[in-house]
């Protein structure tokens, strides 16, 4: 997808829904879905990330139908995200005081 591009502004959620979910003003969520994914796992996405105040839209198709679609793309953008540059929720119970352990400038 690197060659391709990506989602303008998007952050990479990884595929574990039990992971971290980035924290922001805008709160729009696309899951896009290049391959036939499981129920359970799309159910299970889409209730977590509503269930943090996130509007969720399905893009089946994937990032070829987001292109073919017209919507906005970010070209050349490397895949690594500087440390510090984008804040995340730490569900309760991973970190109880809900503050970083560490914060690195």
Excluded: H
């Excluded at 440390?83 to 914060?103: D, I, M, Y």
């Amino acid at each position: 997808m690197a060659a391709e591009g990506t989602i303008a502004g998007a952050v990479n959620a990884g595929t574990d829904p039990s992971g971290f979910l980035p924290d922001g003003q805008d709160r729009q969520a696309f899951l896009l879905t290049p391959w036939p994914p499981a129920p359970e796992l799309l159910t299970t996405w889409r209730q977590r990330l509503e269930a943090f105040g996130y509007a969720v839209s399905v893009v089946d198709g994937g990032f070829a139908a987001w292109r073919q679609a017209g919507l906005p793309v970010d070209i050349g953008r490397g895949r690594l995200i500087k440390p510090g540059s984008v804040p995340f929720t730490v569900p309760r119970g991973l970190c109880e005081a809900n503050t970083p352990a560490q914060v690195f400038e």
